[in-house]
């Protein structure tokens, strides 16, 4: 199975992306956490990036389309993989058709999460991760069963984006609708489009999303 996940920023795509892992298998591919992890380890590309992510633009689609052609190549992704934002340009979208081309490989689907602007903000204020194993968690919205303490590694150490902070969000929407957005009919019109109401809860979310799943 090979999915793309699309939606804002906020919208719950690697909450999801988390949980279609621990249900199928497959890994998640997110071109976030690959930047941010380039950007701890102080690589070329990190540098580049930081300025650029601080700022809620779009790192180059160079960049990000050769660490995506890099990843898919590891052996963990030969059963399939969820690409969390990713792509997020047309540019980036044809370029994931063409790497799939190469392999004889076609994407199974993409499911868009649609979620109303207003709630994105304190989803994104909110949002924080753990340190140690990078699960999800939100200061209302999904609390660790123990307060300070990571449901899946124990761990007690938590981060939060340096770019999650309402200023920001406003830049990254408007990127989102300016630059990915035209993925929705990009998508449509291949026939691999599948919308889901991101406004309901998080395991209403995860049972629309296996729904799809269990008919592609
Ligand atoms: P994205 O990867 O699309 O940017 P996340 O999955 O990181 O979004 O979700 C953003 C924040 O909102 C997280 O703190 C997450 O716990 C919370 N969240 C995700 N989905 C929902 C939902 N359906 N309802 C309420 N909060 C949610
Ligand atoms: P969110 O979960 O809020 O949607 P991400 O973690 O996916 O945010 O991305 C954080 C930042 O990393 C983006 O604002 C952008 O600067 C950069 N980035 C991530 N993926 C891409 C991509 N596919 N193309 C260009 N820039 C990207
Ligand atoms: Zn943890």
Redesign the pocket.
């Known amino acids: 199975m090979r999915l793309i996940l699309l939606?804002?920023?906020?919208?719950g795509?690697?909450t999801q992306a988390q949980r279609i892992v621990e249900r199928h298998g497959i890994p998640q591919l997110?071109?976030?956490?690959?930047?941010?992890a380039a950007i701890a380890a102080g690589t070329d590309i990190g540098k580049k990036?930081k300025a650029?992510?601080?700022?809620?633009?779009?790192?180059?689609?160079d960049?990000?389309i050769g660490i995506?052609a890099e990843r898919i190549e590891q052996p963990d992704c030969s059963k399939g993989f969820i690409l969390?934002?990713?792509?997020?340009?047309l540019v980036?979208a044809d370029a994931t058709e063409a790497m799939l081309k190469a392999k004889g490989l076609e994407l199974s689907a993409v499911i868009e999460i649609q979620v109303d602007d207003e709630v994105l903000t304190d989803r994104?204020a909110g949002?924080y991760t753990c340190a140690q194993c990078g699960a999800g968690y939100h200061d209302t919205n999904l609390k660790p069963k123990v307060e300070g303490v990571c449901d899946r590694c124990g761990s007690t150490h938590f981060k939060r984006?340096p770019?999650?902070n309402r200023d920001?969000v406003v830049a990254?929407l408007q990127?989102?609708y300016k630059?990915t957005s035209p993925l929705i009919g990009y998508y449509y019109a291949k026939g691999l489009l599948h919308g889901v109401d991101g406004m309901a809860s998080i395991d209403e979310v995860t049972a629309s999303i296996e729904a799809i799943l269990a008919k592609v």
């Not at 650029?52 to 689609?61: P, Q």
């Not at 969390?84 to 340009?89: A, L, V």
């Open positions: 939606g804002p920023p906020g919208a795509k690697g997110s071109t976030g956490d690959m930047l941010r990036a650029v992510m601080d700022a809620g633009k779009l790192v180059s689609d960049i990000v995506v969390d934002g990713f792509p997020r340009t980036q994104i949002r984006r770019d999650d920001t990254r990127t989102y630059d």
